[in-house]
Structures are given as C-alpha cells and as structure tokens.
C-alpha cells in the first residue's frame, strides 16, 4: 500500500465547475497536510496547509482534512483552464515534521 | 524577499561524468531538502539537511551525495552518472518545522 494515494488522472472539469481532488494517506502520526500546484516543465507551488480537521478556505480553493478516514481533500470553485495542472498531495511523516510523503499527483485538466 | 535559487537551470553531461547542483534557500530557512523527479516515478526525496547535518536520506545509491554549508546553502553531487539519473533536481527550502516547503526552479540535468 502506497503511503499517500492519489488518483492519477486525468481528472477532467468543465470551466466554472468545481474540482474535486482527493488524497489518503496511511500514517496516523501526521499532523501536516498540503496541496502543490505544478505547472508542465515547473516546479511545484505550495497552494492550501491544512493542520486540523475540517474545511479551510482561501479563495477559490477550499481544503478538508479527516483525520480519523485518513484523507485529504481540495476543492477548486469556478473553475479555469489555468487550473489545468497536476496536484501533488504532501503529508509529513508522523515521527518526523520534517520529511514529506508525497503523492503521485492528480492531473487536472479544465476545458473551456 | 527572495525565493529558492537553483543553478544551473540545465545541464548536459555524458555518461561517467559528475555533477555538482548548487541551491541557495530563502533567507532565513534552514532546511533544505533535494529531489529528483522524472516523468515515471514522480517526486523522489534524495536527502534533508539542517544546520549542516544530513538528517534524513532517500533510497539512493551512494553516487548521490550532498552537504549544506554554514550560510545554509546546500550542493548536491551525482558521480558516474549514468542515462538513468537524467532527471528535474528540485531543492526546496522550510521556514518552520512542519511547515510547508518552498521549491526553487530546478535543476534539469541530461544524461546522453
């Protein structure tokens, strides 16, 4: 069993929808969730932490973490064709708040 | 306030040759961590250093090694390198401790 699992995609949105990309993870112990955006031939970029359990809200983008079914969620409202990348979902590890576990990644693609 | 500074943005060397990646962290980050990412196999953690210490390795085999220096910024090195380490290197830098990671532009590195 992977350590945090992802669907790879693509996942496909029409413009002005709502995405919905989704993440478990195995460890228990951790206590540090994130969403990264990458761009085709980019790096990633940090987009949503989320520490606690429930919904947390920045703009457009809405993450949701439950602790106890082990997954993390982000949601993406009205989307837009440059939403269309590949969205890696991070953990830390329970014993270390240092190292990440990372997802495969989510490709997203937004159609007009 | 500068972000994670990679050089150089690309490189080309033969087989057998050796590499050495610089990166520079965001002022004040004293974490830094290496990984490599390739099409296949996604986001690979190499190794993490703080305050100049190695604390945590990926499973890569010994021609893979880094070091960080006293001022934070961090090198890694690739001898005997071979087709397969053709590859994005991404260095990424951490504020706090289970707080998220800041990624520079990578490093992409061609094996021919």
């Known amino acids: 069993q992977k350590e945090v699992e992802q669907n790879s995609g693509p996942l496909s949105v029409p413009e002005g929808a709502i995405a919905s990309l989704n993440c478990t993870y195995s460890d228990r112990g951790s206590q540090s969730f994130f969403w990264y955006r990458q761009y085709s031939g980019k790096s990633p970029e940090l987009i949503m932490s989320?520490?606690s359990n429930g919904d947390k809200e920045d703009g457009r983008f809405t993450a949701q973490l439950n602790k106890a079914s082990q997954y993390v969620s982000l949601l993406i409202r009205d989307s837009q064709p440059s939403d269309s990348a590949t969205y890696l979902c991070a953990v830390n590890r329970g014993d270390s708040n240092y190292q990440l576990i990372w997802g495969a990644g989510t490709k997203l693609i937004i159609k007009p | 306030k500068a972000g994670v500074t990679q050089t150089p943005r690309y490189l080309i060397k033969t087989r057998g040759q050796q590499v050495t990646l610089s990166c520079s962290p965001i002022?004040?980050?004293?974490?830094v961590s290496w990984y490599q990412q390739t099409p296949g196999q996604g986001l690979q953690f190499l190794f993490e250093y703080f305050s100049e210490t190695q604390r945590n390795k990926g499973n890569f085999p010994g021609r893979f090694s880094g070091r960080q220096f006293s001022n934070s910024r961090s090198e890694m090195n690739v001898s005997t390198l071979e087709l397969g380490d053709s590859a994005l290197y991404l260095c990424?830098?951490?504020?706090?401790?289970?707080?998220?990671?800041?990624f520079g532009s990578g490093t992409r590195l061609t094996v021919v």
């Open positions: 002022s004040g980050h004293r974490s």
């Open positions: 990424a830098s951490q504020q706090t401790l289970g707080g998220g990671y800041t």
């Open positions: 989320i520490y």
